[in-house]
C-alpha cells in the first residue's frame, strides 16, 4: 500500500487523487460575512442626529439666561403704560476753584470734545461723578456733558463764566432698566457684542430645532401641522388686526 502526500490510499494501493484547496473565485462559499461598503456619515441619519442634538443643547446653554430675559422684558415692555414707574430725581452742585475754572474758559479746539482730564479728576474727586473721555458739547456760555444709562439720564453741565456746576440724574427704576437691556439703549460696546453672541446662539437653536423636527417627524404626525400653526397665527394676526 503506497502512501500520498494527502495521507490517503485506496483499497488496491493507489494513491486516491487530492482535491484542490477553494480558490476566492471558483464559487465556493467563504466563512463569515462578505465585507460591506463604508456609509457616507453625510447621508447617515445618526450622524446629523448626533450632531443637531449636540449644538442644540450647547446653544440652548448659551442663550438660557438671555432668552429669559427677553421674554420677561417682552412683556413688561408689552404693558410699560400699565405699569407704574416713579422716577427718583438726584441733584448735586458745585463750584470750580479759579484754577479748574481757567481751564473752561479756554477755548476749546474743537465743540465736541471731552472736558479737560485734570478737570474731569476734581470732579471726580469732588462729587464722584465720573466724565473722563465723554463728549462733551461746548458752547460759549456753557459745556454740557450727557451721562446716558440704561434705565434713566443724567448730565451735567459747567458754567463757562462763574464755573457753577450742575449735575442731575434721574433714574426710573429696575424694570426700565431691563427694558433697555432689552433694547440696547445707552448700553455700550460690551452689551452690544452680547446681544450679537446672543443673537446668533438663538439662531443655531432655532435652526437645530429645525432639524431634529424633521428627523423626528415621522413618527410624530403632528410636528408639521404644529410647525404649519406657528407661522400661520402671527400672519392670520398681522392681516386681520395690524393696519
Known amino acids: 500500500m503506497t502512501t500520498t502526500l494527502s495521507g490517503k490510499t485506496d483499497d488496491h494501493g493507489k494513491a486516491a487523487p487530492s482535491r484542490p484547496a477553494p480558490t476566492a473565485g471558483d464559487g465556493t462559499r467563504q466563512r463569515g460575512r462578505p465585507g460591506r461598503p463604508p456609509k457616507n456619515k453625510w447621508t447617515s441619519r445618526s450622524f446629523w442626529l448626533r450632531h443637531m442634538q449636540q449644538w442644540h443643547w450647547i446653544s440652548a446653554a448659551i442663550s438660557l439666561v438671555g432668552m429669559l430675559l427677553f421674554a420677561v422684558t417682552g412683556i413688561t415692555l408689552n404693558h410699560a403704560s400699565q405699569i407704574d414707574a416713579s422716577p427718583t430725581t438726584t441733584q448735586l452742585e458745585e463750584k470750580l476753584p479759579a484754577d479748574m475754572l481757567a481751564l473752561v474758559k479756554a477755548d476749546p479746539t474743537s465743540t465736541k470734545i471731552p472736558v479737560p482730564q485734570p478737570l474731569a479728576d476734581w470732579i471726580n474727586a469732588r462729587i464722584r461723578i465720573d466724565v473722563g473721555g465723554r463728549p462733551a458739547e461746548w458752547s460759549a456760555s456753557e459745556v454740557y456733558v450727557g451721562l446716558v444709562r440704561p434705565g434713566g439720564d443724567a448730565w451735567l453741565t459747567i458754567d463757562r463764566a462763574g464755573g457753577d456746576i450742575s449735575y442731575e440724574r434721574t433714574d426710573r427704576g429696575w424694570i426700565a432698566y431691563l427694558n433697555d437691556l432689552h433694547k440696547g439703549r445707552n448700553t455700550g460696546l460690551a452689551w452690544s457684542i452680547f446681544l450679537d453672541v446672543f443673537a446668533l446662539a438663538c439662531i443655531i437653536f432655532c435652526v437645530t430645532g ?17 410647525v404649519g400653526l406657528g407661522v400661520a397665527v402671527p400672519i392670520i394676526v398681522l392681516i386681520i388686526f395690524v393696519h
Not at 210 to 226: D, E, I, N, Q, Y
Open 210 to 226: 429645525f432639524v431634529l423636527l424633521k428627523l423626528h417627524a415621522v413618527g410624530r404626525p403632528s410636528t408639521w401641522p404644529m
